[in-house]
């Protein structure tokens, strides 16, 4: 069993925490976190043994009724592997205390790629990270996009690559954070960052990405053009994308407008606080007009990365290949609603929600 | 003087209204309305002689304490020309009243192109509505695009057009609009409506628009791509889209973060309504790499269309060419922001909003 310790145990941290637990090959060895409160409570009341990022912490935490089972250099040097899913440029800092105590580490997308010896996307280059002591999971965007573009660029090849990404403002519990009603070029510079990012597990494409961010907080939403290097029928490209693990092709019949009936399907079939793993590729907007492809897909910010670092685990220590280390995952998480979407469109009737 | 009724006095009728009053070639012979309210007071309060929908509905405005000089009927008999902007689709039942009367009509751009004979952008294709009786004046994206998409065309040949049309939900006075904290594509199908609305103007363009709708009131947000036939300089772009008599290239000193601020900035001027007529292009957005050229634009929805539906009156009764028509209306309204955009950037940096 490998044993997982997660440092940082917040938006990403206590998903992923709770995705490793349910891994036959993997166990929670335990997770930090900087201060008490309802998250740190819930660690402890699900048992993860709980770490202060630092010594002068541990008061606090104590105060608070909680037990503190060390330090976080105490979790480091116990662990086989950190996640380390704490808010970007902090797990650059990190790097220096796991490289100290020779425990390889996962990192999150917000860091920058030089913190790792590759950025990670299990569809799109697992391989690359086999035997790799620091990974880099790419950011939710960059992942949606990687899981898109992986299988059309093997199917047809990609000639360029434009999309708008309409990101939301912020998680639901992150208050602070805006706009309100507003619609914010986010970087007004063109192209965003995103683009390079996916640049780093698609060395050679062409991708040119415009950031906006709107008063939202439950998905984002990409508007993707793909213009291939061949002529598809449509129906094969539905299938293609309806066959992907971890791609959920929305039925029109399951009557899902937005983002928001998204994540109402998703708590409406008991998904662990309504996640979706999946990207979501509304079927009706797959479109094909010559080499050009368009679609529409949503992306759960705070849930997509998830099953991707379960997967990086499994690269970086060799113990299994991609197709079934993306099997298991997804199986023992219940990554699923692939599965109902061409088959039993019915399903999909019966749960339609503002009609 | 041309005399010109409005029918339909909501948010572009009272606006057209306005814009009409204040030209030295025209005047308002009335405004009709459906119903009384605080709407109507305002028109009552400028002098603009206000006329019922229907017989039945003389009675509650008289009961709401304001003069009614007659019904819809008597205004189009007695106007040179109607201003037909009631909701979408009221138009085309409206042409067989104007056409009964022979009375000539300008509709808007939520009504079918069918209404009218041409459809019409002043810097696009003025010249097409000279001496036609049913003139249609594009919807506020579609005339932001054709704005954008002239001068690029004439300068450098268009291959193809790739737009994210990030839409506001409702105006700042539909409260029973939506969404509320989502992100829906809009429509779902892509390519949307928009693309072969500008083809109305430009027949043989290729453009493909997607549509999403988000929780903002303010203004559009339009992600544009444009492949153009030629290489051009940056450089070159920038000083073509300023000299625009109706774009706003946003300098970067202006601190201008989003569409709210833009509106600030427009109330700050002292704009009526704090109405931005032009469109709204980032300067940082404006980007080349080889013929590919992207920028941001936001769009006024309320307010765009209604230099447009001046310079179609223009056209239709052969009153002036579209370079003099343009600089007649924008002088009287007050379309002045572009004169800033290059020249005096210490403006901006004084009237700086948010730092």
């Known amino acids: 069993m490998l044993s997982v310790g997660v440092n940082g145990y917040g938006t990403i941290g206590k998903r992923v925490a709770d995705a490793v637990r349910v891994q036959p090959d993997m166990t929670v060895r335990g997770v930090a976190k900087t201060s008490p409160g309802h998250v740190a409570d819930h660690a402890t009341s699900i048992g993860y043994p709980l770490y202060a990022v630092s010594e002068d912490e541990i008061a606090s935490f104590e105060a608070a009724g909680l037990d503190v089972a060390g330090t976080i250099r105490e979790l480091v040097a116990k662990s086989d592997v950190i996640v380390d899913a704490t808010p970007g440029g902090i797990g650059e800092q990190n790097h220096t205390l796991y490289e100290q105590l020779e425990t390889p580490a996962v990192f999150q997308g917000a860091e920058t790629p030089a913190v790792a010896e590759t950025s990670f996307n299990a569809r799109a280059n697992y391989d690359e990270a086999r035997d790799a002591s620091y990974v880099?999971?790419?950011?939710?965007?960059?992942?949606?996009?990687?899981?898109?573009?992986?299988?059309?660029?093997?199917?047809?090849?990609?000639?360029?690559?434009?999309?708008?990404?309409?990101?939301?403002?912020?998680?639901?519990?992150?208050?602070?954070?805006?706009?309100?009603?507003?619609?914010?070029?986010?970087?007004?510079?063109?192209?965003?960052?995103?683009?390079?990012?996916?640049?780093?597990?698609?060395?050679?494409?062409s991708i040119d990405t415009m950031g906006v961010t709107v008063p939202a907080t439950l998905m984002h939403l990409h508007g993707v053009n793909v213009t291939l290097e061949s002529t598809p029928d449509i129906e094969a490209v539905r299938d293609l994308l309806a066959k992907e693990p971890r791609i959920f092709v929305v039925p029109e019949s399951a009557r899902i407008e937005g983002c928001g009936a998204l994540r109402e399907f998703a708590r409406d079939a008991g998904r662990p606080r309504g996640d979706i793993w999946e990207n979501c590729i509304w079927d009706e907007s797959i479109s094909v007009s010559g080499s050009e492809f368009y679609c529409f897909q949503a992306i759960h910010q705070e849930a997509d990365v998830v099953p991707e670092n379960v997967d990086a685990l499994r690269a970086m220590f060799n113990l299994k290949d991609a197709a079934e280390s993306i099997a298991t995952t997804d199986e023992r998480l219940g990554v699923s609603f692939r599965q109902h979407s061409r088959a039993s469109e019915q399903v999909f009737t019966e749960r339609a929600c503002d009609d």
């Open 136 to 205: 880099r999971v790419v950011s939710c965007n960059t992942t949606g996009l990687s899981r898109l573009l992986a299988p059309l660029k093997e199917a047809y090849g990609i000639d360029a690559v434009r999309a708008t990404l309409i990101r939301r403002g912020g998680d639901p519990d992150q208050p602070s954070r805006g706009p309100i009603n507003d619609i914010l070029p986010d970087p007004v510079t063109v192209p965003s960052h995103h683009g390079p990012d996916v640049r780093t597990i698609f060395p050679s494409l």
